[in-house]
């Protein structure tokens, strides 16, 4: 199986840290480089993720960067595909576009957004895929939703062909479907409890736990692909390095570990929080013994530029 590595980094000022982070992760080799859509966690998000990509989409020359995951809250599909589109331009055919329905009731606070239920937000999200699977191709859609009305957007034709990939977190079974049916990609937090809504318990799974779960998810993708008539070998399946009680790049032993699961369950794409999750909650900068070892695991471990 054919193994692409990815950072994701929070949107935290100053915007030249975020530059040189990226820099360096596009000149070490990584495949991906992911920002997430976050509204609501103080500390976490000072800058507006789409506008954030295109900033860096300037800096970079060879990753392929997007959302993990912009949320359904707060954009119209129309909107949402302009600012891809726009993306895909300035990146030259780099950009991907990462959705899910989101986990974090105050991101509709922030934005002055109803608290959808969980049915109403998966079913908010499929009326984006469907719309988006076609806006992104540059088509000028009409159609009336029951949630989302698009008349004939005037959008830029794309850079990559026939489209941009689309990312779809799921973690539901409803959600799941959805990603057999439209996805190119699939993205997981691997088993691990998120964020809840209302009514969640916030419970932390074991690692084999969470291995196990998801290991049931690929075999129901799977099932879901095949019913489709779609090969499930081309949806490919990333795993956020999420919950884990040892951070992936604090050593190799400690990547090898986690990559070597995920590969064990059918995940091929794996993305680590750079900077490190516990320096952007500390307001920490990484230390040069972090960076180091960063460094040799993906001289070790990563493909590199190409």
């Given at each position: 199986?054919?193994?692409?590595?990815?950072?994701?980094?929070?949107?935290?000022?100053?915007?030249?840290?975020?530059?040189?982070e990226?820099?360096?992760?596009?000149?070490?080799?990584?495949?991906?480089?992911?920002?997430?859509?976050?509204?609501?966690?103080?500390?976490?998000?000072?800058?507006?993720?789409?506008?954030?990509?295109?900033?860096?989409?300037?800096?970079?020359?060879?990753?392929?960067?997007?959302?993990?995951?912009?949320?359904?809250?707060?954009?119209?599909?129309?909107?949402?595909?302009?600012?891809?589109?726009?993306?895909?331009?300035?990146?030259?055919?780099?950009?991907?576009?990462?959705?899910?329905?989101?986990?974090?009731?105050?991101?509709?606070?922030?934005?002055?957004?109803?608290?959808w239920?969980?049915?109403?937000?998966?079913?908010?999200?499929e009326?984006?895929?469907?719309?988006l699977?076609?806006?992104?191709?540059?088509e000028?859609?009409?159609?009336?939703?029951?949630?989302?009305?698009?008349?004939?957007?005037?959008?830029?034709?794309?850079?990559?062909?026939?489209?941009?990939?689309?990312?779809?977190?799921?973690?539901?079974?409803?959600?799941?479907?959805?990603?057999?049916?439209?996805?190119?990609?699939?993205?997981?937090?691997?088993?691990?409890?998120?964020?809840?809504w209302?009514?969640?318990?916030?419970?932390?799974?074991?690692?084999?736990?969470?291995?196990?779960?998801?290991?049931?998810?690929?075999?129901?993708?799977?099932?879901?692909?095949?019913?489709?008539?779609?090969?499930?070998?081309?949806?490919?399946?990333?795993?956020?390095?999420?919950?884990?009680?040892?951070?992936?790049?604090?050593?190799?032993?400690?990547?090898?570990?986690?990559?070597?699961?995920?590969?064990?369950?059918?995940?091929?794409?794996?993305v680590?929080?750079?900077?490190?999750?516990?320096?952007?909650?500390?307001?920490?900068?990484i230390?040069?013994?972090?960076?180091?070892?960063?460094?040799?695991?993906?001289?070790?471990?990563?493909?590199?530029?190409?």
């Open positions: 199986m054919l193994r692409r590595f990815g950072i994701l980094t929070f949107g935290v000022a100053p915007f030249a840290n975020l530059e040189r990226w820099r360096w992760a596009d000149e070490l080799g990584f495949d991906f480089g992911w920002v997430p859509d976050t509204w609501a966690i103080k500390g976490y998000a000072d800058f507006e993720a789409w506008t954030l990509l295109a900033a860096l989409a300037r800096v970079t020359t060879r990753l392929r960067i997007g959302t993990l995951v912009t949320t359904i809250i707060g954009r119209p599909p129309a909107l949402l595909a302009a600012q891809a589109l726009t993306i895909d331009h300035l990146s030259q055919g780099r950009v991907e576009l990462g959705i899910g329905v989101g986990d974090r009731p105050a991101d509709c606070d922030v934005l002055g957004v109803p608290r239920s969980p049915a109403e937000r998966v079913a908010r999200l009326e984006q895929l469907v719309l699977d076609r806006l992104l191709r540059g000028a859609v009409s159609r009336e939703g029951t949630y989302y009305s698009v008349q004939t957007a005037p959008l830029v034709q794309p850079a990559q062909r026939p489209r941009p990939p689309l990312v779809v977190a799921a973690e539901g079974p409803q959600a799941l479907r959805l990603v057999a049916r439209y996805a190119d990609a699939w993205s997981t937090i691997g088993g691990y409890q998120p964020t809840v209302a009514g969640g318990t916030g419970q932390r799974f074991s690692e084999a736990e969470a291995l196990s779960s998801t290991r049931a998810r690929v075999e129901q993708l799977s099932r879901h692909c095949i019913e489709l008539g779609r090969d499930p070998a081309r949806l490919r399946r990333s795993v956020l390095a999420y919950g884990q009680a040892v951070d992936p790049l604090s050593s190799l032993d400690a990547f090898d570990h986690f990559v070597g699961s995920y590969t064990e369950v059918g995940i091929g794409e794996f680590f929080y750079w900077p490190p999750l516990a320096n952007v909650a500390a307001g920490r900068p230390s040069t013994e972090q960076r180091a070892t960063a460094e040799q695991i993906a001289r070790a471990r990563l493909a590199g530029p190409s």
